[in-house]
């Protein structure tokens, strides 16, 4: 198989490595990818990895591949697997429709309810007028949404009824996020312990994977500005066999039969962003359509079977759920980040000691925004640059490898958090 990925990021990076493990992939191509998914520094003897930059239908067509992973939210929710599935090739991942449930939390909350899935109450606003009336309806501060896509920084978590009141006001002016703004969700606040749960679908049948914690904040302790996510641990105690059945019960299987019921059947990575609350049960914050990042890295790290065979089954609509099993291992991803993420990510940084890190055992050093300059050094071009994973018996042993990978490695300004896997309640502080 030749198979062709979409995306530019750690996700898309890590995706393509463990393509290339499948006994049946030959070639993996990523457009545009990053410094990681060029040939030059291709890992598997015999395999060919490489990136491109020619737009991915017409790549698809000229390289005859036999199958496309598209990795992020932007081309699902325009329609590039439809535009793919037209042209005859064979494309993993939701229709434009079914990725509705990412590219609209309006459409989203109003599935929620009508399949009786278990969620935040929510009031959608497209009126300013509304608005006074709508925040007081709520008795803790609503958490505020812009409606579409806004690379995850359309969400505010107000602590007053007068900060949900200004974020709303600001994103239905458009000043903040254009059109995504236009239409506004206000949501009851959740509280408990936040956990990932990624699903494999083909429309009616799913893989369930590991459930994993990111951890969003720019510093330890979950500090500072909200980021696209600076580490992530597999599994997450937190969400126990009885916690992952109801959520299968109630959200999972729910969701499969009402996409189908709505004529959108979701076909692809269901990623749910769920509440575990206090007393144990599950609430859904938010759906993605896609592999999250860093999610992904660790997911795949702790994963047996043969990817590119089950994506391509998933693709056709004959998934066999049994084809990936979890390896009982655990795994750390800690996200190295370029000096000034997330506001204004410097580019061009020399990055330093990839080599050695890639030599502690049990580590994989997956790169984001990197690329190669012109005199063939990596270099830092995005905000979140490296995402360093660490597989172990424990998940002890995950993160001491990961973070011994870590300090190998240095770039001008990196930034990166000490405390990943901290969530699961254990003190892993590295120094
Ligand atoms: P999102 O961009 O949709 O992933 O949301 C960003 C973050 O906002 C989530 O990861 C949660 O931490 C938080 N959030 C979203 N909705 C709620 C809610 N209803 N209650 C509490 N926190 C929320
Ligand atoms: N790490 C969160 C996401 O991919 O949306």
Redesign the pocket.
């Known amino acids: 198989m030749k198979v062709l990925v979409v995306g530019s990021g750690g996700r898309e990076h890590a995706l393509a490595l463990k393509l290339l493990q499948s006994p049946s992939v030959t070639e993996v191509i990523v457009s545009p990818g990053n410094a990681g998914t060029q040939s030059l520094l291709a890992p598997t003897p015999g395999k060919t990895l490489r990136s491109s930059t020619e737009a991915p239908l017409a790549l698809a067509q000229r390289e005859r591949v036999d199958l496309v992973v598209v990795g992020p939210e932007v081309p699902l929710c325009e329609g590039l697997v439809d535009e793919l599935t037209a042209a005859g090739v064979l494309a993993y991942g939701p229709s434009k429709l079914a990725a509705e449930l990412e590219g609209s939390?309006a459409f989203m909350k109003g599935f929620a309810a009508r399949h009786g899935i278990p969620t935040?109450r929510h009031v959608v606003v497209t009126q300013a007028s509304e608005l006074d009336a709508l925040v007081k309806t709520f008795d803790v501060p609503p958490?505020v949404?812009a409606d579409g896509l806004c690379s995850?920084k359309?969400?505010v978590?107000a602590e007053t009824h007068e900060e949900a009141l200004r974020a709303a006001r600001e994103m239905l002016s458009g000043a903040r996020f254009g059109a995504a703004g236009a239409t506004v969700v206000l949501?009851?606040?959740?509280?408990g312990n936040?956990a990932s749960i990624h699903a494999i679908c083909d429309g009616e049948r799913y893989v369930l994977l590991h459930a994993a914690q990111?951890h969003?904040r720019i510093f330890d302790r979950d500090e500072g500005p909200?980021t696209g996510g600076m580490g992530t641990y597999a599994p997450a105690p937190v969400v126990t066999p009885k916690v992952m059945r109801e959520f299968e019960e109630l959200v999972l299987v729910p969701t499969l039969r009402g996409m189908a019921a709505e004529g959108r059947p979701f076909k692809g990575t269901l990623f749910a962003?769920i509440?575990v609350t206090p007393d144990e049960h599950v609430r859904l914050?938010?759906f993605n359509v896609r592999f999250g990042d860093p999610e992904t890295q660790v997911l795949l790290a702790t994963l047996e079977g043969d990817l590119a065979q089950t994506l391509a089954a998933a693709a056709r609509g004959a998934l066999d759920p049994t084809s990936l099993s979890a390896s009982g291992e655990h795994a750390v991803c800690v996200v190295l980040a370029a000096q000034g993420y997330p506001d204004a990510p410097r580019k061009g940084d020399v990055i330093d000691g990839l080599g050695d890190a890639a030599k502690v055992p049990g580590v994989v050093v997956i790169h984001a925004g990197t690329a190669l300059d012109q005199f063939g050094n990596v270099v830092t071009a995005g905000g979140r640059v490296l995402g360093i994973t660490g597989r172990g018996k424990t998940l002890k042993e995950a993160h001491t490898r990961a973070y011994q990978a870590v300090h190998k490695l240095g770039f001008s300004g990196m930034q990166y958090r000490r405390d990943i896997g901290g969530r699961a309640g254990l003190t892993l502080l590295s120094e």
């Open positions: 939390k935040a958490v949404k995850g359309g969400v978590v949501e009851e606040r959740l509280f936040e990111d969003k909200n962003g509440m914050i938010e």
